[in-house]
């Protein structure tokens, strides 16, 4: 549905509203009953037949009001429309089958053949209509057969495909009235920023518990995403002298919903959320005399789905028109946030004497080279690692990474070639399956140059000399700090992933589920995925706010192959424990992990877990390093036995 600019409309005929408002009565009441019976004619939305003005009049007398079945049956005339018997229902609608005939020794006894009118009324809910072939069919044989003496019945003179129509006019209001709100928020709260279609303002106004064809949480998903990343970006380059904590601390605060509950309601934004669902059989033609004259009454509205509709706003801004618009609309709801991308920092000159063959090596392997070399160390530099006034530890640029990784990722979902429109349930899966902390720093981990070349320039005499350096190394190794617990920690964990390698890139490459165990078995330590999200932070500012650059980066270390085939839906995302619970239903499912033993001196710890089902143990695992393990293991193994019974 769209709305046209408006046109006047003249009625030439005095009586030509009365006669409109008679064929809408009729039209409405076509497929009731007449248990309870409203002459009110004074309806908001006016329906009939396409018809010329001077024709109405012989339209409304041609379909309103109802013969003797016994008239159609003597002339021979198949009835067109419902018959209604005052004993089935109280003049309750049915579909017209055949006229039975029954001799007898005083005359013969006809009775009409019929169904009653299917009880279907709510045509935008989903699953609704049964899976098998006989209750899809609109065949008499597929619903109760009636049979009324016909003695007993009248026919409406209005024609079933009209009546039939009748059963859309609730759903037809109900987009008329969704659009013509996004149509007036469009030209109110929003009509000074950039155009987005009103398809995607009605898609974002509407919320969940409208039961519509759809809602906005696709579009929150999206729109959360991009604020978060706006609000990060601005953060970052409006406070260079703050640490990860006040940066985190204060974007918590103006993404929250309070922040953005106040934002909304301060423009008067929730006078245009749809919450209200269609109540199809319950429903009535709206009449003027109903209609609340004080529509800026006050609403009660959960502050989370006000601010769900903000999000919601910007992810149709980001869809329609790109992150810039997305940012005009930010800055209407919170005017602390500006509508323009922030300031960059600008690069030092560029001297290629001064980049040490470190710098150099880590630049072969993160396949970016660096204007601003000091950015490059600071995304290394671990925050026990000595550093001065000119050095950060990478924490700044891991709250930034942080965000374009996100934003990364939810851009490919919405513009990959395999990416449909996901659920925002899918998206989260999605998301989750791939920022993870494990699955990051296993990226870290896997990562490698295995022959890289750089040039290094040596002074030399009275001048300089360039030479060709070899070597072989992984990303994991460029990390600097000063703490001797983290090179243990390195090690150790590297010896996991030697030992798990093969598997979970066999899983990556060809497997059907997504590595969870795997993953957790591995453990990597936190530092290895905040360096990949402070190396995408820093290629983000070094290339001047470009995600491009960064794309090519993710998709170096391996990420963005594994999420193009997570998005073919070839690898089942889900979580163990999420799985187990789809799986059980509304039993109680219940972990169990216990210590295996003491551990000797020099012995990791060992963990067991026992998984139940409503009291009942289906699953116990053992061997297991820590108790995330256990209880991934567990809950994996509880599904494999739960589907095998079924």
């Known amino acids: 549905m769209r709305l046209d600019p408006p046109q006047p409309v003249s009625l ?19 497929t009731h009953s007449d248990y309870a019976i409203d002459d009110r004619l004074d309806f908001i939305a006016l329906f009939s037949p396409y018809k010329k003005e001077n024709q109405l009049p012989s339209c409304c007398a041609e379909i309103c009001g109802r013969d003797p079945a016994r008239m159609k049956y003597q002339t021979g005339e198949k009835p067109l429309g419902f018959l209604r018997a005052p004993s089935h229902r109280n003049n309750a609608p049915h579909i017209f089958s055949s006229w039975k005939i029954s001799k007898g020794d005083e005359g013969d006894t006809v009775q009409a053949e019929c169904t009653p009118l299917p009880k279907r009324r709510h045509f935008l809910a ?21 049979e009324i003496p016909i003695q007993d019945c009248t026919v409406d003179h209005l024609p079933f495909r009209y009546a039939q129509f009748s059963l859309f006019i609730p759903v037809i209001l109900q987009h008329l009235e969704v659009v013509m709100v996004a149509d007036k928020l469009r030209t109110t709260i929003l009509q000074n920023l950039a155009v987005v279609d009103t398809q995607h303002i009605c898609i974002a106004i509407v919320a969940p518990s409208a039961g519509w064809i759809t809602d906005y949480q696709r579009y929150e998903f999206i729109g959360d995403t991009v604020l978060k990343f706006v609000v990060s970006h601005q953060l970052f380059f409006q406070h260079e002298n703050w640490h990860e904590g006040y940066l985190s601390e204060r974007k918590s605060r103006i993404v929250s919903n309070q922040r953005l509950a106040k934002g909304a309601l301060s423009k008067g934004l929730d006078q245009y959320i749809i919450t209200e669902p269609l109540k199809a059989r319950k429903w009535h033609t709206t009449l003027i005399s109903e209609t609340k004259l004080d529509s800026c009454s006050k609403r009660n509205l959960s502050m989370k789905v006000v601010a ?42 560029f001297d ?7 710098i150099l090596k880590a630049e072969s392997i993160v396949g970016y080279r660096f204007r601003n070399k000091i950015l490059l160390v600071e995304a290394l530099t671990h925050p026990s690692c000595d550093r001065d006034v000119q050095m950060e530890s990478y924490q700044r640029l891991e709250f930034l990474g942080d965000a374009v990784l996100d934003m990364l990722v939810m851009s490919l979902m919405t513009t990959h070639q395999h990416a449909t429109e996901l659920a925002q349930g899918q998206m989260t899966l999605i998301r989750a399956a791939l920022v993870n902390s494990n699955f990051l720093g296993f990226l870290c981990l896997d990562f490698s140059v295995e022959e890289g070349t750089v040039a290094v320039v ?8 360039t030479r060709k350096d070899t070597f072989s190394m992984s990303m994991w190794s460029l990390l600097r700090h000063s703490n001797a617990s983290i090179a243990k920690a390195q090690v150790a964990c590297v010896e996991r992933y030697k030992s798990l390698r093969a598997e979970i890139k066999h899983s990556l490459s060809e497997g059907a589920s997504c590595l969870w165990l795997h993953l957790t078995r591995l453990n990597p330590d936190k530092f290895f995925s905040d360096m990949v999200e402070s190396l995408i932070g820093a290629i983000f500012v070094d290339s001047g706010g470009s995600l491009a650059e960064c794309h ?27 799985a187990l619970e789809h799986l059980t ?22 963990y067991r877990c026992t998984v139940s089902v409503d009291g009942m ?30």
């Not at 098998?132 to 597929?142: F, I, W």
């Not at 290629?352 to 470190?358: L, V």
Request: proline share 5%; aromatic share 6%.
């Open 12 to 30: 030439d005929e005095p009586d030509s509203v009365q006669v409109l408002r008679r064929i809408t009565q009729t039209l409405s009441r076509s």
């Open 126 to 146: 989903r699953n609704v209509l049964s899976k098998s072939t006989e209750s899809r069919t609109d065949d008499a044989g597929s619903r109760q057969t009636l």
């Open 308 to 349: 769900d509709v903000v999000e919601a706003l910007i992810g149709a801004a980001y869809i329609g028109s790109g992150t810039s618009s997305a940012r005009e609309y930010i800055h209407t709801f919170l005017p602390e946030v500006d509508a323009w991308t922030p300031r960059l920092i600008r690069h030092p000159p």
């Open 352 to 358: 290629g004497s001064n980049a040490t063959t470190m």
């Open 458 to 465: 040596e002074q030399s005499g009275g001048g300089f000399a």
């Open 552 to 578: 090519r980066f993710i998709d170096r270390i391996g990420l963005s192959p594994y999420m193009s085939r997570v998005l073919t839906g070839t690898v089942d995302i889900s979580h163990p424990k999420t």
């Open 585 to 606: 239903g509304f039993k109680t499912v219940t972990y169990n992990v216990q210590l295996e033993e003491i551990p000797v001196d020099g012995e990791e710890q060992r």
């Open 617 to 646: 143990k289906v699953a116990n695992v053992t061997e297991c390093l820590s108790t995330d393990e256990a209880i991934i293991a567990g809950a994996s193994a509880a599904r494999k036995n739960l589907e095998f019974k079924l």
